[in-house]
Antibody, heavy 122, light 108 residues
Framework: EVQLVESGGGLVQPGGSLRLSCGVS????????MHWVRQVPGQGLEWVSG????????GYADSVRGRFTISRDNAKNSLDLQMNSLRPEDTAFYYC???????????????WGEGTVVTVSS | EIVLTQSPGTLSLSPGERATLSCRAG???????LAWYQQKPGQAPRLLIY???TRATGIPERFSGSGSGTDFTLTISRLDPEDFAVYYC?????????FGLGTKVEIK
C-alpha cells in the first residue's frame, strides 16, 4: 500500500524557518518525482515545489522561489521542504504528493499524504 | 502560466442526479494533459481522471471526463452520497502546474 506521511508542521513567527518532511512507503521511491502542494483552509490548491527522481532538477512556484528548498534522500525514502523567511501568507496545509513520472515537470499527482499544517503568525 | 477557470462554483444536486462540471483553460491543452481530483473535507485530494478522459485506478465508472482544447468536462452520471465533495481540475505537463479554484458539489 502506498503511503505518504508528512511531518514537521507547526506555528512559527514571521521570518522564521521550518522544515517539513514526508516519509513514504509501499512503492519504489526513486522511480518517481515528488512534489509539495499547499492549501489555505477553505481555498484551492497551489503547487509549491517539485523534484525529479534523482534530484537533478527542481522547480518552485514564484511565490516561494528563493525562500523554500526541496530535497530528497532516496536511501531513506524521504522528501523534505526547507522553508525560510516565512510569511503569514505561507500559512496552509502542506501536502506531499507522488508524481506518476520521474520528471517533476510532468506533475500528474496520483498519491497524496494527509498533510501537515503550517501557521505563520506572531 | 495556464489559468484554469472552473464553473459553477457550487452545484446543488440530489443523490441520483447527474453532475456536470466545467473547466476552461486560458490556452489550448492540445495534448489533453488535464486531470480531475476529488477532495472531501479533512482529506487529501484524490486523482479521478487524467488525460482528460482516463479514469484512475479504482475510480467508479459513473465518473467520466471529456473535452479538448480549452474546454473540459467532468460528469458524474448518478450522484452517490459519497460523491458530495470539491472537485479540482489541473493541467500538467507544462510548468508551472496549475489548478482551478474548484467546484463544490453539495447536497440539495
Amino acid at each position: 500500500e502506498v503511503q505518504l506521511v508528512e511531518s514537521g508542521g507547526g506555528l512559527v513567527q514571521p521570518g522564521g524557518s521550518l522544515r517539513l518532511s514526508c516519509g513514504v512507503s509501499g512503492f519504489s521511491f526513486d522511480d518517481h518525482a515528488m512534489h509539495w502542494v499547499r492549501q489555505v483552509p477553505g481555498q484551492g490548491l497551489e503547487w509549491v515545489s517539485g523534484i525529479s527522481w534523482n534530484s537533478a532538477r527542481t522547480g518552485y512556484a514564484d511565490s516561494v522561489r528563493g525562500r523554500f528548498t526541496i530535497s530528497r534522500d532516496n536511501a531513506k525514502n524521504s522528501l523534505d521542504l526547507q522553508m525560510n523567511s516565512l510569511r503569514p501568507e505561507d500559512t496552509a496545509f502542506y501536502y506531499c504528493a507522488r508524481d506518476t513520472s520521474g520528471s517533476y515537470s510532468w506533475s500528474l499527482l496520483d498519491y497524496w499524504g494527509e498533510g501537515t499544517v503550517v501557521t505563520v503568525s506572531s | 502560466e495556464i489559468v484554469l477557470t472552473q464553473s459553477p462554483g457550487t452545484l446543488s444536486l440530489s443523490p441520483g442526479e447527474r453532475a456536470t462540471l466545467s473547466c476552461r483553460a486560458g490556452q489550448s491543452l492540445g495534448d489533453k494533459y488535464l486531470a480531475w481530483y476529488q477532495q472531501k473535507p479533512g482529506q487529501a485530494p484524490r486523482l479521478l481522471i487524467y488525460g482528460a478522459s482516463t479514469r484512475a485506478t479504482g475510480i467508479p465508472e459513473r465518473f467520466s471526463g471529456s473535452g479538448s482544447g480549452t474546454d473540459f468536462t467532468l460528469t458524474i452520471s448518478r450522484l452517490d452520497p459519497e460523491d458530495f465533495a470539491v472537485y479540482y481540475c489541473q493541467q500538467y505537463g507544462r510548468s508551472p502546474v496549475t489548478f482551478g479554484l474548484g467546484t463544490k458539489v453539495e447536497i440539495k
